[in-house]
């Protein structure tokens, strides 16, 4: 078996692993990403497209935002529909701040192109990748690839590979706790080379069921339906799925949308969970390996970047200074801002989405809060200083 000796193992290179790869790589730490998938598969992943100041300042940060510069689309505005009235949240008026829409595809594809010159090893196609001795001085961690053993032995093992991946499993049962929300319906998901049929983000609650227009630049589009979850991928054809947009959008934003073929087309399914603690003897979670957001706040991604900007904080402090005091307080502090991103995900997914039980009283009650929301600007405030992101 190869053995190979590292001082920070990265299990998973999405967002969270080479967010934190490279960080710990400008500072000259070692460290090795092990990936189960292909590049071009990652890559092909079409997921978040709204990215928060956190995230854009770490690639800033980085030396790697040059692209996302010239082509991220800021944006300083967002809107709720319900029926015929449109709520637009200035985000840049209410908080002096905005968000950036730049594909996930985009930033991983940055971040990946940038690894090898900057001495950042990514080992893909890693399959069986499992955790040793997480709770021990010497953590390791064994794969396979191309029918070879291979073990990597770490001080320390970062678990950023997903909520399926096989960090947190490594966790003993009864060391830690998972909180869940499970919703009763998906996001149907379009990608389609069409001019987008709003400058900015439309959320929208129908009778008929959510809908959300987004966009990838000035001639891609990205378009979602709540749907239920048994739901087939086949009984929606594009036709049928930009005539349902059309009606769930409104006249306005129906008025304006360019119909074309999909390029991807897909069906995820609602979830809220977080796991505590994010640490378990030298394993740290971050990401979505700890906790996962349903779409509705664009949260996911940027809860990857700050849980990434903690640690590789605390693992610099811990190589450069022998300062442990940051990775002591790493969960604590990451959770802190995960739960307040979770609730601010699941208070716009319950005021927007139509659940199985809204019955009337639940539909007034959203209606109200919407009432509310367009009549005051502490509301919409609230609201915006959420989606652009609370602070570190
Ligand atoms: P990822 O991106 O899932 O990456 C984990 C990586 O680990 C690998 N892996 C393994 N590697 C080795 N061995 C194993 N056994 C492994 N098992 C798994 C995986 O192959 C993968 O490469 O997690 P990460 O890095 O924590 O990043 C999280 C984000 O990807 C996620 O939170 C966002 O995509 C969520 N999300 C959104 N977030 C936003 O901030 N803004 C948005 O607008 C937004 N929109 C979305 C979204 C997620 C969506 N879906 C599909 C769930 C829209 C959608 C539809
Ligand atoms: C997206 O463009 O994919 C997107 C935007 C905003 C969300 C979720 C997804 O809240």
């Known amino acids: 078996m190869a053995i190979q000796r590292t001082q920070v193992a990265i299990v998973g290179a999405g967002p969270a692993g080479l967010l934190l790869g490279h960080l710990l790589r400008t500072e000259g730490i070692e460290v090795v990403v092990v990936e189960r998938r292909s590049a071009d598969y990652v890559l092909s992943r079409i997921r978040a497209g709204v990215l928060e100041t956190i995230t854009t300042d770490l690639m800033e940060r980085l030396g790697l935002a040059s692209r996302l510069k010239a082509e991220g689309l800021p944006h300083d505005g967002f809107n709720l529909a319900d029926g015929e009235r449109l709520i637009r949240i200035d985000m840049a008026e209410l908080t002096g701040k905005r968000v950036t829409v730049y594909g996930q595809t985009e930033l991983t594809r940055d971040l990946m192109d940038a690894a090898p010159e900057r001495d950042l090893e990514i080992v893909h196609e890693a399959i069986d990748v499992t955790l040793h001795d997480v709770n021990a001085d010497t953590p390791s961690l064994t794969y396979r690839k191309d029918g070879a053993e291979h073990r990597i032995e770490a001080e320390f093992i970062a678990g950023c590979d997903g909520s399926h991946g096989p960090s947190r499993q490594a966790i003993p049962s009864g060391i830690g706790r998972g909180f869940e929300r499970v919703y009763p319906f998906g996001w ?54 930009w005539d349902e947009l059309a009606i769930r959008l409104g006249p306005e934003a129906a008025a304006s949308l360019v119909r074309g073929p999909s390029i991807e087309k897909s069906i995820a399914p609602l979830r809220s969970f977080v796991f505590e603690p994010m640490r378990h003897g030298r394993l740290f979670l971050a990401g979505d ?6 779409p509705t706040g664009a949260k996911g991604l940027n809860l990857a970047a700050s849980d990434v900007a903690y640690l590789s904080d605390a693992l610099i402090a811990w190589f450069k200074r022998a300062d442990g005091a940051g990775l002591e307080a790493y969960s604590a502090k990451a959770l802190a801002r995960v739960w307040k991103a979770e609730r601010f995900s699941w208070y716009l997914t319950n005021l927007m989405h139509r659940f199985p039980d809204t019955d009337a009283f639940a539909r007034r009650m959203q209606v109200a809060e919407l009432d509310y929301i367009a009549g005051s600007t502490a509301m919409k405030t609230a609201i915006a200083e959420n989606y652009v992101g609370l602070s570190l």
């Open 289 to 294: 390996a700890a906790h996962i957001v349903p």
């Open 188 to 241: 149907l998901g379009i990608l389609a080379e069409v001019p987008p049929c709003s400058e900015e983000l439309i959320y929208a609650n129908h009778e008929r069921g959510f809908a959300l227009a987004s966009m990838r630049s000035p001639t891609r589009s990205r378009y979602y339906i709540q749907v239920p979850l048994d739901e087939r991928l086949e009984d929606w054809p594009d036709d049928r799925l």
